[in-house]
């Protein structure tokens, strides 16, 4: 039997978990006045008066509003002179409040008026005649803007918000390097409790309550996988039930302080065959090739190619076909799952201390398994550190 899989039970699991001791520290208003700063830098760079950051990540990130989109507008506007206006249905402007972390004007509207007028109205008053907007801001928003102010020069504010997110401060390195271990505990804990004739709900239901158990603030996402689902990245639709033998994928993370892990293990619930065992050394090779091609300055696409390479010299792929690797080794990580850059070839974009990314170049056996092994690291300013260490071994996945 794999060492650690097995043996437990979840009420046992659970009853030994506690919140986590020595939480990281919030994120302070200096550090967001900082980002402010950059921000402000980063617009005069690209000839914008004004940052239109709707609800989401971004919000959050630099004003510690913790909303998520919605049909309703919520939205700040940075002007690059200073000041800044958030945008907000009068009736939700006493939970706005108490969430901004930083001081700005608040521009509320009625359900009968129309918020992207008041919009327009703060970017005539602030002679704004260039705005950078939010990615993820919804095209149908971004259209009702333009309809009331149609004259208005409108430009994509990725430089902008990439260029203050993507490398991450010690305090954001903190929060990523609590959230990342949290969630190793619940994998570890997760694999104990495994046992014949277990369902993958079962396991996506324990999971959720061991990651709110250490205090997280719930299940980023989860996915729970057994036997042939394995071989599909995302896995398939309904239950499966646990057989000995079967491999066991989990990716799962948590959100904390607004900061999301996310963390994949592999292993056999049994003893593992020649060719599950095989693969998963392989995958482990590829893992550690991509970690070490890391350094300032090289591109994020070569730290793809270094895990292809592994797969290739071992009869696997090239490129994307499979069995091997079918999908990129890796992605910025943060405030969002998945943030810019990522490793792919294609994406040229040069590593820079700060920056943290996860590194998964999973294979997949079309019709049998799938091995998915991802941790995170950070880039610094010799090579990169990693949040977590990687699995040692599918004889003993959590060593």
Wanted: a negative charge.
């Amino acid at each position: 039997m794999t060492k650690g899989v097995g043996g437990s039970n979840r009420a046992a699991e659970l009853a030994a978990l506690s919140p986590w001791p020595n939480p990281a520290a919030a994120i302070t208003p200096a550090e967001r006045r900082a980002r402010l700063e950059m921000a402000h830098r980063l617009m005069a760079e690209q000839g914008v008066e004004a940052l239109l950051i709707g609800a989401g990540a971004s919000l959050n990130y630099f004003a510690g509003v913790p909303w998520g989109a919605s049909e309703r507008l919520v939205a700040m506007i940075i002007f690059r002179g200073g000041d800044m206006a958030l945008i907000a249905p009068m009736f939700e402007l006493g939970s706005l409040q108490a969430d901004l972390a930083l001081e700005a004007r608040m521009l509320t509207w009625e359900e009968d008026e129309d918020p992207f007028a008041l919009v327009a109205a703060a970017l005539r008053e602030g002679q704004a005649g260039r705005l950078a907007i939010d990615p993820a801001m919804s095209f149908h928003f971004v259209r009702r803007l333009k309809a009331v102010s149609p004259m208005l020069e409108v430009s994509d504010a990725s430089p902008i918000i990439d260029g203050c997110r993507r490398r991450k401060s010690a305090a954001e390195l903190a929060i990523m390097s609590q959230a990342k271990a949290m969630t190793l505990e619940v994998h570890r804990r997760a694999a104990r409790m495994l046992t014949p004739g277990i369902t993958t709900t079962a396991v996506r239901r324990f999971i959720e309550a061991a990651h709110q158990a250490l205090g997280a603030e719930g299940s980023s996402f989860c996915i729970v996988l057994f036997g042939r689902a394995t071989a599909f990245p995302h896995g398939l639709p309904g239950d499966q039930i646990l057989e000995d033998g079967d491999v066991v994928l989990i990716d799962t993370g948590c959100w904390v302080k607004g900061y999301s892990s996310d963390i994949t293990r592999t292993y056999v619930f049994g003893e593992p065959s020649a060719d599950q065992r095989r693969i998963w050394e392989i995958e482990r090779e590829a893992q550690l090739a991509a970690f070490e091609a890391v350094r300032p300055g090289v591109p994020c696409e070569a730290v793809d190619l270094a895990a292809r390479r592994v797969l290739e010299r071992a009869g696997l792929g090239p490129d994307y076909r499979l069995p091997g690797l079918p999908h990129r080794t890796g992605h910025g990580i943060g405030m969002a799952i998945h943030e810019a850059p990522y490793l792919v070839r294609g994406d040229k974009t040069p590593l820079m201390p700060g920056m943290c990314f996860s590194n998964e170049p999973m294979i997949v056996v079309p019709g049998a398994f799938g091995v998915r092994l991802e941790d995170h690291f950070h880039v610094t300013e010799t090579g990169a550190a990693w949040f977590t260490e990687p699995s040692p071994s599918v004889d003993a996945p959590f060593g």
